[in-house]
C-alpha cells in the first residue's frame, strides 16, 4: 500500500472559513426527568446515594460540589479536533488554531484561551524587510501580548476535520506564502501503545508562489501551564533539549523546549471545623513543544517570555530573522510570574518550491488524583515510566513515527470514505463524533 500524503484532505471532512460567525451557536441539551424512563428511576437514585456517599467520605461537600459545577464556563462554538490519546487527558484547539480546552483529570475540564499558545509565521525575501504574523483571526481579550501582530484575515483560511485528524489551509497569510497545517493525534484502531500517547503532531506545508526566494520560519509558542492561577504560582520552569531522532548518525535531530510544571491540586477532607482545610497534593506535569531539525530546516529555542505581558522581547527576536536568540534562562518563576517558551523552525524557500516542517507537542502527567484523591497512572506509563519528565521523549517518538501513524489512520478510514453507498455527512459524522474517546476523559 502506497504511503498516505498527509495533505489529501478528505471530502468528507467537517469544514469552516477561520472568520465565520456564528448567528445561533447551538447548545448542549440538558437531561430533564420527562426525559427518563420511569423504571430507570430507582437505579438512578441509588446511584445518586451512592455517589453522595463516596464523596462525603473522601470529604466533599456535595452542595460544595453543586455550586463549582454551575460556575464552569461552557464550551462554546468554537472547539475542534482534540489532541491526545485514549485516557492520557487532551487538549482541545479550536478551528480558529487556538488552545482552547483543557482536560487532566477525568471530568473535570478547564474552558479558555491561553493566548500565548500560539503558531506564528515569518517571511522575508531578498532586499525586502521580514513581516510576521500570529495565524490566528483575532487577537486576545486580555490586551495582553500587545506586541504581537496579530488579526489574520481569516477569510483566507479554512479548517477541516476528521478525528483524529485536522487540516488548515492559509491561501496566503503573508504574501507569495500558502501554509497547510495538519494536525494529527495517534488515535488508532487496535493499537492500544501509541494511542495513548499524549501528543500532538503538527505538519506544515509551505508553498512559495512568489518570483523570490524567501526565507520562512515558523515559531510555535507555548506557556508554562494552562492558563489556570496555578501558572503564577511560582516554582516553575524551562530548558531547552536536543535529542537524535533515531540514535544513530544522521543529522536529524529534535530541538525544543520542555515546560516543567508543578501541577497543585487541592481535595477537602474533614476536620469537624469550618470551613474544611485542604489537602494540597504537588504533581508533577511537564510539557514539551520541538520541531524537527535537518536537512535544511534550522531549528532554534527561547526558554523564556512573559506570556501575560506585552511579547515584545519574543516578537522582536522572531520578527528579526525568523529565529530565536537560544536563551537558555532555567530559572524558576516566581510567585506571581508566569513563564512560556518557544520554538522557531526556519527554511530558504525557492521560487515555486514546497518545504515541509514538522512540530510535536506532548505531555507528561505520570500520576493522576481524581476529585477524590484516588492516584493512578495512565496507560501511557507503562511505555514511558512513572518518574516525570517524559515529554521530551514522547515528542521525539511523535516526530519519528508519524508517518507511520498517518498511514494506519488512512488504512482505518480510507475503505468508509471510499465508499459510494454512504453519504458525506454520513462519512463526516462517523469519524468526528469519535472525539469523545479522546475529549471525554475516558
Request: include cysteine; charge should be positive.
Amino acid at each position: 500500500m502506497a504511503a498516505a500524503d498527509p495533505f489529501d484532505i478528505p471530502s468528507a471532512s467537517w469544514q469552516r472559513r477561520l472568520e465565520a460567525q456564528l448567528s445561533s451557536p447551538g447548545r448542549p441539551s440538558n437531561l430533564t426527568l420527562r426525559a427518563l424512563p420511569l423504571r430507570q428511576m430507582p437505579f438512578i437514585l441509588r446511584r445518586i446515594a451512592a455517589g453522595a456517599r463516596q464523596r462525603r467520605a473522601a470529604g466533599w461537600d456535595p452542595q460544595d460540589i453543586l455550586f463549582t459545577a454551575s460556575a464552569r464556563r461552557g464550551p462554546g462554538p468554537h472547539q475542534g479536533v482534540p489532541i491526545g490519546g485514549i485516557g492520557s487527558g487532551a487538549i482541545g484547539r479550536g478551528w480558529q488554531g487556538d488552545f482552547r480546552r483543557w482536560q487532566r483529570r477525568p471530568g473535570i475540564v478547564q474552558h479558555g484561551v491561553v493566548w500565548a499558545d500560539q503558531f506564528s509565521l515569518f517571511v522575508q525575501r531578498p532586499g525586502q524587510p521580514g513581516q510576521a504574523q500570529v495565524l490566528y483571526p483575532g487577537q486576545p481579550d486580555n490586551k495582553t501580548l500587545a506586541a504581537w501582530q496579530w488579526d489574520l484575515d481569516g477569510s483566507q483560511a479554512t479548517y477541516h476535520a476528521l478525528f483524529p485528524r485536522a487540516w488548515t489551509v492559509y491561501q496566503q497569510p503573508l504574501p507569495g506564502i500558502r501554509l497547510t497545517c495538519r494536525q494529527l493525534s495517534p488515535v488508532i484502531p487496535h493499537n492500544y501503545r501509541e494511542s495513548s500517547f499524549p501528543v500532538g503532531h503538527f505538519l506544515w506545508q509551505i508553498e512559495n508562489h512568489g518570483p523570490d526566494e524567501a526565507v520562512v520560519g515558523l515559531m510555535f509558542s507555548w506557556q508554562n501551564g494552562m492558563g489556570t492561577a496555578n501558572d503564577l504560582a511560582g516554582g516553575h520552569s524551562n530548558r531547552a533539549f536536543r535529542r537524535p531522532l533515531d540514535g544513530s548518525d544522521s543529522p536529524a535531530q529534535v530541538v525544543g523546549v520542555e515546560l516543567r510544571h508543578i501541577q497543585r491540586q487541592g481535595r477537602a477532607y474533614p476536620t469537624g471545623q469550618q470551613p474544611p482545610q485542604q489537602e494540597i497534593f504537588d504533581l508533577p506535569l511537564t510539557f514539551a513543544i520541538a520541531a524537527l531539525a535537518g536537512g535544511g530546516v534550522d531549528v532554534t529555542s527561547r526558554t523564556r517570555f512573559d506570556p501575560l505581558g506585552g511579547g515584545g522581547g519574543l516578537w522582536r527576536d522572531f520578527a528579526a530573522d525568523g529565529r530565536l536568540d537560544g536563551s537558555g534562562d532555567q530559572r524558576p518563576a516566581a510567585a506571581g510570574e508566569a513563564i512560556g517558551a518557544a520554538v522557531a523552525a526556519t527554511v530558504t524557500i525557492p521560487p515555486g518550491g514546497v518545504r515541509r516542517i514538522a512540530f510535536a507537542l506532548a505531555w507528561d502527567a505520570p500520576m493522576v488524583r481524581s476529585g477524590f484523591g484516588t492516584a493512578y497512572h495512565p496507560r501511557y506509563t507503562r511505555f514511558y515510566g512513572v518518574n516525570g519528565g517524559a515529554a521530551p521523549a514522547i515528542a521525539r517518538d511523535a516526530l519519528l513515527h508519524a508517518a507511520g501513524w498517518e498511514d494506519q489512520i488512512s488504512a482505518w478510514q480510507q475503505p468508509i470514505l471510499d465508499d459510494p453507498a454512504l453519504p458525506a455527512w454520513y462519512k463526516m459524522a462517523l469519524f468526528n463524533e469519535l472525539y469523545y474517546l479522546v475529549d471525554g476523559g475516558t
